[in-house]
């Protein structure tokens, strides 16, 4: 039992930190790569899955101002995929599809890209709490909303 519990936190620290630590270049090295395999699907695991999806969510989003700004339309599904990740009972790679994890990724993707734009420090992002706030938005209304919940001006 004891065993099980150690399990567990071990999964949910590093899920956790996998938000925290957002390393776009790797994020993108790791799509790249599975674009390129020949068995991308089969060889992909959820952690891969949540990278590229970060590396894909950092490139469909622009933000400026909240007048010049463009994200891919799924953003509020995928912020509510990581919402549903973060909040499972059970660890990410336990009940999650390479799907999923994409989506939850390409959310992370766009709050960074924001925030990145607003030149908040990356320690300061609240990535479920913003996850949270955009909940039935349309992909305009979500990236305002990012900005208000990152105080970007």
């Known amino acids: 039992m004891l065993r ?3 399990i567990l936190l071990l999964c ?3 899920l956790s930190a ?3 630590g957002i390393d776009i270049v790797k994020a993108c090295e790791e799509r ?7 068995l991308s699907k089969m060889s992909t695991s959820i952690t891969e899955a949540f990278l590229a999806g970060q590396c894909t969510g950092y490139q469909q989003t622009y933000y ?23 909040e499972a009972l059970l660890p990410l790679n336990m009940s999650t599809t390479l799907k999923e994890a994409m989506y939850s990724g390409m959310c992370i993707g766009a ?3 924001v925030a990145e734009a607003c030149d908040v420090n990356k320690q300061y992002i609240q990535y479920l709490f913003i996850a949270k706030g955009m909940k039935n938005m349309n ?4 990236l305002t909303y990012v900005a208000t919940a990152l105080n970007c001006h």
């Open 64 to 86: 400026r101002s909240s007048y010049n700004a463009h994200a891919f339309e799924e953003l509020p599904v995928a912020c509510a995929e990581f919402v549903e990740q973060k």
């Open 18 to 20: 996998s938000a925290a």
């Open 4 to 6: 099980l519990i150690i």
């Open 139 to 142: 992909v305009t209304l979500a």
């Open 111 to 113: 709050i960074y890209k």
């Open 12 to 14: 949910f620290y590093s």
């Open 32 to 38: 790249d790569e599975q674009k390129k395999a020949l």
